[in-house]
């Protein structure tokens, strides 16, 4: 990947719009991340993927990205050398990027495990070629400059927003040393994820974004909730919960009360007598429960059961005579 541009190393034209840019950047990192990618050069393929996003991201450093391609021979500096804005034929070296690791344990308290796919790692890997630009601009003389903070996407189960949950988190973060040497460090973080939490607020970890230097205080952390999206479960208007409730054909026609088990427990539900499959009965106030919490929505699945023994298929032949004796 080291011989291709920017473009080729995402996959898209020269000319692909934010959105073409954005997906192809996923893809290959989902594809490439090494906590889950066999491939043995994983480690730099992601770096180089980083890069290129982080460039082709910003339409500044784009516009200069293009400037540099339509002049390959580059800027004369006063020393002679070549100056390609800061981007050069190999970015920045294999050692040049970021790549931050999460290892978690656990689960919601729902038998759902916490782990790799919980995280969006776009910011986090891309953040490490602004730091090293940043860093080629240290002088001795200049003051204390805060690390930049950094933003993720952490993925929960609708669970976690009902009860609340607590994960502890490890990352491998990048740094560079005065001389622009490229280190790791473990860190190990506590996430406490706060009851009535709502799709897109954001969790602040303070100091745990990119080190500042010259004495410069470290930037922040901002994780992004969003919810795991399940064809029985999910969330819509970032507080209201709709969920698939299975009811047998008796159950349907008779109504009555019934037991549903929900993400926030167990409750007592009175279903209407010709209860019609695709109807929705609305539980106000039990969506997810915020200061003013949403509603819950059960969503009527009209369950029809096997017939697995003569019996069961006498009553069902009854039932056929009649209604069609109607």
Known sequence: MADKNYY???GVAPDADQGTIKKAYRKLVRKYHPDVSKDPDAVNKTAEINLAYETLKDAEKRAEYDEMLANPFGRQTQGGAQDFGGFGRSGFGNDGYSRYEFRSGGDFGDGEPFGQGDFNFEDLFSAFGRQQHSGSRRTQGSGPVKGEDQHAELSIDIYA????????????VPGVDE???????????????????????QIRLAGQGLAGYNGGANGDLYLKIRFHE?????????????QTLDVM????????????????GRLQV???ANSQHGKSIRLKGKGIPAREPGDLYLNLRIAVPKAESEADRAAWEAL???????
């Open 230 to 242: 399940r064809p029985e479960l999910y969330v819509q208007n970032k507080k209201d919960v709709y």
């Open 320 to 326: 056929a005579a009649h209604y069609a004796e109607r």
């Open 249 to 264: 054909p008796w159950q349907a026609v008779l109504g009555g009360k019934i037991i549903v088990p929900t993400a926030g």
């Open 8 to 10: 080729e190393v995402l």
């Open 179 to 201: 001389y622009g040497r490229v280190s790791y460090q473990e860190k190990t973080l506590n996430v406490k994820i706060p009851q009535g939490i709502a799709e897109g607020q």
């Open 161 to 172: 927003a009902y009860t609340g949950a607590e994960r502890t988190l490890t990352l491998n």
């Open 270 to 272: 009175n279903l209407p």
